[in-house]
Each structure stands twice: as structure tokens, then as C-alpha cells.
């Protein structure tokens, strides 16, 4: 996991105080690592919140009644919902540095790919999959590769069988959504949080995405698709990372000619 910014160090954002921008935060980190709704006890013996836990319900309350979290059950704990996340990730969440053991497994294996060409989509995404722990997707102009189902397939999000096809199918057939996002805008690495992907994903999961720039002007794209409990943060960088390597590679050149 990520280290996590210290909103009681930060500013008021929006209109949450710097107290409720911490219990959110803790609340996504517990979620995202348990998968279960977060209760104030947990936070009050885990995290240094210096307030009660009474306090600290009372600040799940306001955070609910904002939308940030949510009770799926009464008497349960809260679980962050999209709007939660997307505060989250825009306002608090750390960027996250990958290890330098990590890029070097990226930059090794992106280099020896070039002489390896026939197989070089199927090997990114298998890398991107293998270092997220997530499922992976890779659009080039003459190639299209999606793998990493089984990293999620066992995820509590994913545990009904129409999330499963969905997904299946998505990474399937992921060559017929191009458009939907080359049409995207922005060129930097971009997160979707549940309903706001641009794809037909189902709406407890995320989308990470990050353009590739090509030769003559053509475009690639690198995805990561998860959990909305997933290390955006690391996601994010391993994206962009490899996106700057493939972009000023000459492996790139193999892809085009294919």
C-alpha cells in the first residue's frame, strides 16, 4: 500500500474539515486492504485520530450525510463510495514512488521485448498485471492485449457471476472500446472511479488509464482495470512510468510495423 498524505497537516478542501479529510482517508486504506465496511472502534485503536470514538462516529455521520461513505448494512461500518474516492484521489492521496527494483523490472523487460516483438503486447500487459497485481489491457494500432482476469477473479467485488462475464467479456473483446478511449481528452494518466469509467465496467470496479504517444502522431493506450479498493496511487505510477518508457523507446517502432 501507499503512504498516505496527512490531511490534519493540510488545508480545508471543499467542506470538509481536516479531521473528517483524515477519517476518510483511513477509512479508504482500511477498506482497500480488508474489503470489509470500517468501523469508528477500528479507526480509534489504529490510527492516531487524538478523538474519541463517539467523536469519531459522530465525523462518519457527517462524512455520510456529504455521500463520501455509506452503511451497506445497519449497524455495520461505512465504505466509501465513488464520491468518496474521487475526493480521495484528487485531494489526498500521496503519489506513490515506485521501488527502484520495480522500475528496473520495467525497463529490463521492456528492452529485451525488442527482440521479441511477435509476443510484445501479450508481455507488457502480463508485466503491468504482474507488478499491479490487477487485470491489465494494452490498444496499440495494430494490437490489442488484455490479461490479469485471474488476479481479480477472486476479488469479493467480482464474487457474482454477471460482474465476472462483464468483465470477461470486456477483456475479450477490449479492441472494440478503442474508441471510447482514444476519444478521451487528456493525455496524462487518468483514473475512473466506478460509474465514471468510459467503458461498460461494472460499477464496484476502477479504471486506470494512460496514453501512449507513437510515431507519427499515433497514439497506444495501457490500462489497468481492479477493485475501487486498488493502490490507485501505485497504479497511477506504474502507468505513467511505462507510458514515458514505451513512449521514447524504439521498441515502439516494432509495434507500428506489425
Do not use: W
Not at 46 to 57: D, H, P, V
Not at 188 to 213: F, H, M, T
Not at 226 to 248: D, F, H, Q, T, V
Amino acid at each position: 500500500m501507499p503512504t498516505y498524505k496527512n490531511p490534519m497537516k493540510s488545508p480545508k478542501i471543499e467542506n470538509l474539515t481536516v479531521r473528517q479529510q483524515k477519517i476518510l482517508a483511513a477509512i479508504i486504506k482500511e477498506y482497500s486492504e480488508s474489503a470489509n465496511p470500517v468501523g469508528s472502534k477500528e479507526l480509534e485503536e489504529r490510527y492516531n485520530l487524538k478523538c474519541s470514538s463517539a467523536t469519531i462516529r459522530s465525523e462518519m455521520g457527517e462524512l455520510e450525510k456529504g455521500e463520501y461513505i455509506f452503511q451497506p448494512h445497519k449497524s455495520a461500518g461505512r465504505v466509501p463510495t465513488d464520491k468518496g474516492y474521487r475526493f480521495f484521489i484528487n485531494q489526498l492521496m500521496h503519489r506513490f514512488e515506485l521501488s527502484e527494483k520495480e522500475r528496473k523490472l520495467l525497463r529490463d523487460e521492456l528492452f529485451k521485448l525488442k527482440r521479441e516483438h511477435e509476443q510484445l503486447g501479450r508481455s507488457i500487459t502480463n508485466l503491468i498485471s504482474q507488478i499491479s497485481g490487477q487485470a491489465a489491457f494494452m490498444l496499440m494500432p495494430h494490437e490489442a492485449n488484455a490479461t490479469g482476469l485471474s488476479k481479480i477473479i477472486g476479488e469479493p467485488e467480482l464474487s457474482d457471476s454477471d460482474s465476472t462475464k462483464a468483465v470477461a467479456q470486456l477483456l475479450e473483446h477490449m479492441e472494440d472500446h478503442s474508441t471510447e478511449l482514444f476519444k478521451q481528452k487528456n493525455d496524462r494518466a487518468e483514473i475512473y472511479v466506478g460509474g465514471e469509467s468510459p467503458l461498460p465496467v461494472p460499477k464496484n470496479l476502477s479504471l486506470v488509464v494512460s496514453k501512449v504517444n507513437l510515431k507519427d502522431g499515433k497514439k497506444g493506450i495501457v490500462g489497468i482495470l481492479g477493485p475501487k479498493r486498488m493502490s490507485y496511487a501505485k497504479n497511477l505510477s506504474i502507468l505513467e512510468y511505462l507510458s514515458k518508457i514505451i513512449s521514447g523507446s524504439a521498441v515502439i517502432l516494432l509495434i507500428i510495423n506489425l
